[in-house]
C-alpha cells in the first residue's frame, strides 16, 4: 500500500536551462517547463535544443538529464523512486540515501536499481543503454529477461538489444565535461546555505541567500526578506494555482526562491515588508501544497463569485484541503515547530481545535493581502488578481476543507502556451521496470480529466523482478578510477568565495581540447551545437558528437540581486554569494556505437592488489 501523499516530499524541477517540454496526465499538449514545478507520478519531461533539466528527490540526492533526453517520474514513495529514460543522457548525483531506500532508472535494455551513494550516468540510445557508476557508487541492472547482476564501483555495463539483450562489463570510462559540471552543481547546492535557519530536508534553501536576506525580529526571531519583489507586492500573488494528482490545488510561484516560502514556514508583515518566517528549525519538517486560508462567498464581482486567498500568519494552522479523509479539514501544524496560534491566540499543543471555531487571521486584515480570482477561472492560467476593500474583507468567510473546485485541462500545465514534443518513436519506447507505473486514472475520473492520453502512449513495461529483497553480493575489486584519490582542489571565485576546481582526471581528446571552465570563471557564449548531432539516435550521430567540443551556454538569472536595505532598529545577517557553476555544456559522446565497439579484452593477473578506492569528492562528517 502507497504511503500518503503527506509523508511525501515531491520532486522538485530545481533546474532548466534551454528548451525544456513538460506533459502532465490530463493535459491536452506538452508545455514549456518551470522551474520549482513539483513533479507527481506521470509526469513527464523532454530537453531540446541547449536543454538541460535538474530534478530533486532528496535533500543531497539529485537527477539530471542533458539535451535531447526523455525522462519520466513513474513512482515515488518515501523509501523507493522509479524514472524512466527512453532516449538521451541522465546522471544520478547521489551524495545520501537512508538505509533501505532506492532510485531505479528505467531504460529499453534494462532496470538499473541503486541503493548507495555515488555518481552514475546513464546513455540510452535505440541499440544500447550504458550504465557507468562512479564515486564509489554501485547498481544493480536487470535486463529483460535476464538475472539481476552487480555492477561494481568504477564500472560500466552495456546492455545491446531487448528480446535477447547483451550485457558486458568494461571498467568505466573518464569523466566528461557534463559529469564534472555536475559535480560542481551538487558541490555548489551542498554548500551550507540558510541551513541555521531552516532544516537542510528543505529543499531551496540555496536560493534564499542568493535572492533575500536574513534578519532578526524580535516576535519571530529569524526571518526571510526577498529582494526586488515589486511595491505593493505580496505573498501568492505572481504565480498559478496549478492541480496535483497527490496533493490537489498547489502553488507554483513564478519567482526562481518560490519553492521553501510557499510550500513550509508562514508569511508575516513586519512594519511595512512581507517576510517569511520558517520558525524554529524541525528535524522532519512536512511539505504543503500551499500554506494559506481560503476565503468565500459575501463578495460578488461582475465576472462572477470569486476565490480568495491570504497567506497564513505566524503559527496558524493549516486546514488541509488535499490527502486522505480523516485529514481533509481537520486544523494541522505538521512541520511547524513554534507556537500554535488560534484566533491571534497561542494555544496548547494538546488542545482539540474545532476548525469551524477558527475566524480570525492575522494577514486577512493587512492591506491588500487577500487576493483572489473567480471561480470559473481559478486554476485556468496565470494569476490576475482581484484586490478587494477591507470592507468587503469582512463578509468573507473561511474555506474549511475541500474547495468546490475541479480542474481543467489547463490546470495541470505549469506554464501557458505549447512547447515541443520529442519523437513519438521515443514516447513509445516500452522500459524494463521493477513495478508498473503508477496509475493515475482513478484520481483523473474522479476530478472530471480526460483519461486518453494526448501524447504518444507509452508500451506497457517488461517487468522483471526486483534485486532489493536480495542479499547484497560481494564485488569484486577493481581499480580506482584515474587513480589514487586527490583532494578537491578550490579556486578563489567572485567576492574571495572559493569555488571548485575542475576535477584532475584522465580526460579525453575532446575534454583535453576544451575543458570546461569552474563555476566562478567567466561565462563564455557559444553557439549551440544543431539538433542532430546532439541526439543519440540520429543518423552517424556518434561521428558527430565524437567531434563536438565543449561549450558553455549563459546561464539565466546569473546576476546576484542586492542585499535588501537595513531598517533602523534591525538586527541584519549579511548574506553569503554562492555564484552557482556556470551553464552545462553538451554531452560529449564518450564511446563508439555497439556495432563497433570491440568486445573487453581479458585482463591480466594482478601480482598486487589494487589500492583501495576512495570517493572522488569526500563526504562531510555527519
Known sequence: MPAPASDVTPARLSYLNGEVSFWRPGAQEWTPAKVNMPLAPGDLLYTGQGGNIEI???????????????????????????????????????????????????????????????????????????????????????????????????????????????????AAPPLSAWDRWNYQRTDYLLQPASTQYVSPAVYGGEALNQYGGWRTVETYGSVWVPTA???????????????????????????????????????????????????????????????VVFLGGGVVVTAGRPLYWAPLGWGEPVIPWWGRPGFVGVASWRGWGGPRVVNNVVVNRTTNVNVTNITVYRNVHVTNAVVGVPAERFGQGQVQTTQISQAQVQQLTPVHGALAVRPVA???????????????????????????????????????????????????????????????????????????????????????????????????????????????????????PSRDAGRSDAPNASDARRDKRAVVVPERNAQQPPSPPARPGQEVAAPRRMPPPSAPPPVTQRREREEARPAPAPRPPQTAPAPAERPAHAEPPK
Do not use: C
Not at 67 to 77: A, F, K, V, Y
Not at 119 to 134: G, I, P, R, S
Not at 496 to 514: C, F, I, M, N
Open 229 to 291: 519583489v515589486p511595491v505593493g507586492w505580496v505573498p501568492y500573488s505572481t504565480g498559478r494555482w496549478i492541480w496535483d494528482p497527490r496533493f490537489g490545488w498547489t502553488w507554483l510561484d513564478d519567482a526562481p526562491w518560490g519553492w521553501a516560502p510557499y510550500h513550509y514556514g508562514r508569511w508575516v508583515f513586519v512594519g511595512n515588508y512581507w517576510a517569511w518566517a520558517p520558525g524554529p528549525v524541525v528535524i522532519r519538517p512536512a511539505y504543503a501544497p500551499a500554506l
Open 56 to 170: 530533486q528527490v532528496g535533500p543531497r540526492a539529485f537527477v539530471r538529464a542533458s539535451e535531447g533526453t526523455h525522462i519520466g517520474l513513474d513512482n515515488q514513495e518515501p523509501d523507493f523512486v522509479q524514472f524512466r529514460l527512453t532516449a538521451g543522457h541522465a546522471a544520478l548525483d547521489v551524495r545520501e540515501l537512508a538505509a533501505g531506500h532506492a532510485v531505479e532508472l528505467d531504460t529499453p535494455h534494462g532496470a538499473f536499481t541503486v541503493e548507495r551513494t555515488g555518481y552514475y550516468h546513464a546513455e540510452v540510445t535505440q541499440e544500447f543503454t550504458a550504465f557507468d557508476t562512479h564515486r564509489g557508487g554501485s547498481a544493480t541492472v536487470t535486463p529483460a529477461g535476464g538475472a539481476a547482476t552487480p555492477v561494481a564501483a568504477n564500472q560500466q555495463v552495456m546492455i545491446t538489444g531487448t528480446d535477447s539483450p547483451r550485457v558486458e562489463m568494461a
Open 410 to 528: 489547463a490546470s495541470v500545465q505549469p506554464a501557458t502556451g505549447s512547447a515541443a514534443p520529442p519523437p513519438a518513436a521515443i514516447q513509445a519506447r516500452p522500459v524494463v521496470a521493477t513495478r508498473a507505473p503508477h496509475d493515475q486514472r482513478p484520481a483523473l475520473q474522479a476530478q472530471g480529466l480526460a483519461t486518453a492520453p494526448a501524447v504518444a502512449p507509452a508500451a506497457p513495461p517488461r517487468l522483471v523482478p526486483s534485486p532489493r529483497a536480495a542479499p547484497p553480493s560481494t564485488n569484486a575489486a577493481v581499480a580506482p578510477e584515474g587513480g589514487p584519490a586527490r583532494t578537491p582542489r578550490t579556486v578563489p571565485g567572485p567576492g574571495g568565495q572559493p569555488a571548485p576546481a575542475p576535477l584532475e582526471r584522465k580526460q579525453s581528446t575532446a575534454e583535453q581540447a576544451a575543458p570546461p571552465p569552474p563555476p566562478a570563471s567567466p561565462k563564455v557564449a557559444a553557439p549551440p
